[in-house]
């Protein structure tokens, strides 16, 4: 008999293999640190909180009560991610550790997204409706980054590590500071391995030359 059970539980955890093949593929192309598909699946909390997502979603759609908040709770306290049933998510997302994450409920992503640890896909009060973010094609919000309210941020984008967004961001672009503001928008896809910091601030940029100036016009007075 023990032998039925764990043939069944090999079977079972390779149909859900087969099922989330995108998510395990996304998670061993962008994480360096994979070293198989059986350890993915098995011991990420980015991957076993999506799989908790697909099929609590699938439940939200059916509009039965109660049921999926339950299991997405549940999800949440063995993954540390927090994922609302009733968000839309493309395929190929990635969720790096996983700790934190916070995904509302009219949340949009597209396909092949990448989430560091931290980040929120969250509101700014009590509004109603659409009051999520929307996040296009291939794009990669920083570790702790916060991207609140009904706005965009366009495919090929890169929010870096603890920014704030609260303005829709164009397909392109990468935005850092608080609050969030675009340092590059050049047409070219960003790259998912992305170093969160080396990220350019023109910021800090005019705050260096304006320094050099005032020094300049100091060793000018004492001249």
Same mark, same amino acid.
């Given at each position: 008999?023990s032998?039925?059970?764990?043939i069944?539980i090999i079977?079972?955890?390779?149909v859900?293999s087969?099922i989330?093949?995108?998510?395990i593929?996304?998670a ?8 198989s598909?059986?350890e993915?699946l ?6 076993h909180?999506?799989i908790?997502?697909r ?8 509009k039965?009560p109660f049921?999926p908040?339950v299991l997405s709770?549940?999800?949440?306290f063995?993954?540390?991610v927090?994922?609302h049933?009733g ?6 997302l990635?969720i790096?550790h996983?700790m934190g994450?916070?995904?509302?409920e009219t949340t949009?992503i597209g396909?092949n997204?990448?989430?560091?640890q931290g980040v929120?896909l969250?509101?700014t ?12 094609d ?14 965009q @941020? ?6 870096g590590?603890n920014?704030v967004?609260i ?7 990468t935005? @850092?500071g608080?609050p969030g503001?675009?340092?590059r928008?050049?047409?070219?896809r960003i790259?998912?391995? +992305?170093?969160?910091?080396h990220?350019s601030?023109? +910021?800090m940029?005019?705050? @260096?030359?304006l320094?050099?100036?005032?020094k300049?016009l100091?060793?000018?007075?004492k001249?």
């Amino acid at each position: 008999m023990s032998w039925v059970i764990i043939i069944g539980i090999i079977f079972f955890i390779w149909v859900i293999s087969l099922i989330f093949s995108g998510e395990i593929k996304a998670a061993k192309d962008r994480d360096p640190a994979a070293k198989s598909s059986w350890e993915i699946l098995l011991l990420y909390p980015g991957v076993h909180a999506i799989i908790a997502y697909r099929i609590t979603n699938v439940l939200w759609k059916m509009k039965i009560p109660f049921i999926p908040r339950v299991l997405s709770q549940l999800a949440r306290f063995l993954t540390g991610v927090e994922i609302h049933p009733g968000a839309t998510i493309g395929k190929g997302l990635f969720i790096d550790h996983g700790m934190g994450v916070v995904i509302g409920e009219t949340t949009i992503i597209g396909d092949n997204v990448t989430l560091f640890q931290g980040v929120t896909l969250g509101g700014t009060g009590k509004e109603t409706g659409k009051r999520h973010p929307t996040l296009g094609d291939n794009v990669v919000i920083g570790t702790g980054a916060k991207v609140l309210g009904n706005i965009q @941020v366009g495919s090929n984008s890169y929010v870096g590590a603890n920014a704030v967004v609260i303005k829709n961001v164009p397909p392109n672009a990468t935005v @850092v500071g608080v609050p969030g503001h675009i340092t590059r928008q050049d047409g070219k896809r960003i790259d998912i391995e +992305m170093d969160h910091i080396h990220v350019s601030d023109p +910021m800090m940029q005019h705050m @260096v030359e304006l320094l050099k100036r005032v020094k300049t016009l100091e060793d000018k007075l004492k001249e």
